[in-house]
């Protein structure tokens, strides 16, 4: 799309505006995306018309999801979610569902307060 790289790798799809794919394999950004940027990894994914500078750094079968996910950062590690805005995770199989969260860990999710 405009003004979107994708680097070096395999099946990479940028659809967003102004998002970067570096390296790796069937990583995407999501169409109408926009300032998303997904380092290298496998099969790291930001979904979402909305979406809106989230980054996946590395890894494996990340995801931010989006209606509202804006500003999040997955760091790396395998199988982390977020939908929550303003938020952060690295580590294994870690879920944030609310806003300015950060889970670092294996398997935690975050929980109301």
Do not use: E, P
Request: with cysteine; proline share 0%; glycine share 16%.
């Amino acid at each position: 799309m405009w003004y979107s790289f994708i680097g070096n790798g395999i099946c990479n799809q940028v659809l967003g505006y102004h998002s970067f794919i570096g390296a790796g394999v069937s990583n995407q950004t999501a169409a109408g995306a926009k300032y998303v940027f997904v380092g290298t990894g496998i099969g790291n994914v930001i979904y979402g018309s909305s979406s809106y500078a989230s980054s996946i750094i590395n890894g494996n079968n990340n995801r931010i999801y989006a209606s509202a996910s804006k500003h999040s950062l997955i760091l790396g590690g395998f199988s982390n979610k977020i939908t929550g805005k303003y938020s952060m995770a690295f580590g294994k199989n870690n879920t944030i569902t609310h806003d300015y969260s950060i889970l670092i860990g294996i398997g935690a999710t975050t929980t109301a307060s």
